[in-house]
C-alpha cells in the first residue's frame, strides 16, 4: 500500500496507462507540482514516475503473454512499443526472459500471486515499516555557499541497483579530497542531486563547503549556492535507505501540504556532520 496521498495519481496512471499522459498531468491527479510529487512518488514507491509506467505496461504485457494467444508484435504494439525489438528489449530487461520465452515458461503460473514480477519488485523496493523516524524541522536562509566537489551522472535505476554513487565517493572522491583547501569544516561532507522526472537522469554532486571560492583541482568544479531559504530536515540518527525513504515520504509527503512552503524544484542537498545528518530542501522565497 503506497501514500494514500499518491493513490489519485496512481489510479489515473492506470486508467490512461495506454494514452501517454504528461507527467504534469500525473502530479496534479495529488495536487502537487512536478518537483514535489517527483520526490514524493520516488520515495513511495521506489521508482521514478517514467520507470513505474513502463513496468506497468510490461506488467500488463505480462498477463496478455500467458493468458491469450495474441502476437508478441500486437501485444508491443498496442502497449506503446515502437517496435518489437525494443520490446523484447525492456521485457528481457524486467523479466530475464524474452517475451516468447516467458509465454511458454510461465504458463504454468497462471494462478499464482507472482504471476507478473511487477508486484515483487515493488514490495521489494518499497520502505519497510521500521522504527519511527523522528525528525526536527526547521526554516533558516544559508548563502552563499561555496561548494568544491567533483559530480557523477547515471540514473535513478542504476543507483538504486548498482549503488555508483555510494561507490563514486569512496572510491573516486574521498581519495582526492586533500586536494580541497580552505574547507570550512574538515569533516562535513555535502551531497546534492538534481534528479530529471523527464529523462530520470540523475547528477550528484559530492563536495565540502570551502572559505572562498578558487580555482578548482582537475576532474572537480565549484558550485555557488546563493543565499536562500530552506527547509532542514534533522532526523535524530543517520539513516539508511529505507529510513531516508521514509524522511523523504514525511518532507514531501506530510510537512510541506501542513506548513504551506513550497519546493523550489531545483535539488536537495544532504551535509553529512560526523554523528548527524541534516537534508536541506530549498524553498520558494524567504
Excluded: C, K
Excluded at 521514478?48 to 501485444?75: G, H, K, N, S
Excluded at 579530497?177 to 554532486?205: C, Q
Amino acid at each position: 500500500m503506497y501514500d494514500p496521498l499518491l493513490q489519485p495519481s496512481l489510479d489515473f496512471i492506470d486508467r490512461h496507462l495506454l494514452d501517454n499522459p504528461s507527467l504534469e498531468t500525473i502530479a496534479a491527479q495529488s495536487s502537487y507540482s512536478l518537483s514535489h510529487f517527483y520526490a514524493l512518488f520516488q520515495a513511495s514507491t521506489g521508482f521514478t514516475i517514467r520507470d513505474y509506467m513502463r513496468r506497468r505496461r510490461l506488467a500488463l504485457a505480462a498477463r496478455e503473454l500467458v493468458t491469450t494467444r495474441r502476437r508478441v508484435l500486437d501485444i508491443a504494439v498496442e502497449l506503446g512499443f515502437e517496435s518489437h525489438e525494443t520490446f523484447t528489449r525492456a521485457f528481457r530487461a524486467v523479466y530475464g526472459l524474452a517475451p516468447n520465452v516467458y509465454r511458454r515458461q510461465r504458463r504454468d503460473l497462471l494462478h499464482y500471486q507472482n504471476l507478473d514480477a511487477f508486484s515483487a519488485q515493488m514490495i521489494e523496493r518499497t520502505p519497510r515499516p521500521l522504527e519511527p523516524v523522528h525528525v526536527a524541522v526547521q526554516v533558516l536562509e544559508r548563502g552563499p555557499i561555496h561548494l568544491m566537489g567533483m559530480q557523477v551522472v547515471t540514473s535513478v535505476a542504476e543507483n538504486i541497483d548498482q549503488h555508483l554513487i555510494e561507490h563514486f565517493i569512496q572510491d573516486v572522491f574521498i581519495p582526492r579530497s586533500g586536494e580541497i583547501h580552505g574547507r570550512v569544516a574538515a569533516n562535513v561532507l555535502y551531497g546534492m542531486e538534481v534528479g530529471d522526472p523527464y529523462t530520470d537522469r540523475l547528477e550528484h554532486f559530492t563536495a565540502f563547503e570551502v572559505q572562498e571560492p578558487a580555482r578548482p583541482p582537475d576532474g572537480m568544479r565549484l558550485r555557488i549556492l546563493p543565499r536562500q531559504a530552506y527547509a532542514v530536515f534533522s532526523p535524530e540518527r543517520f539513516l539508511g535507505p529505507y529510513d531516508y525513504s521514509l524522511l523523504v515520504r514525511y518532507a514531501f509527503g506530510e510537512w510541506f501540504p501542513m506548513s504551506g512552503r513550497q519546493f523550489s524544484g531545483t535539488f536537495t542537498m544532504d551535509v553529512y556532520y560526523p554523528n548527524r545528518l541534516e537534508v536541506y530542501v530549498p524553498l520558494v522565497g524567504a
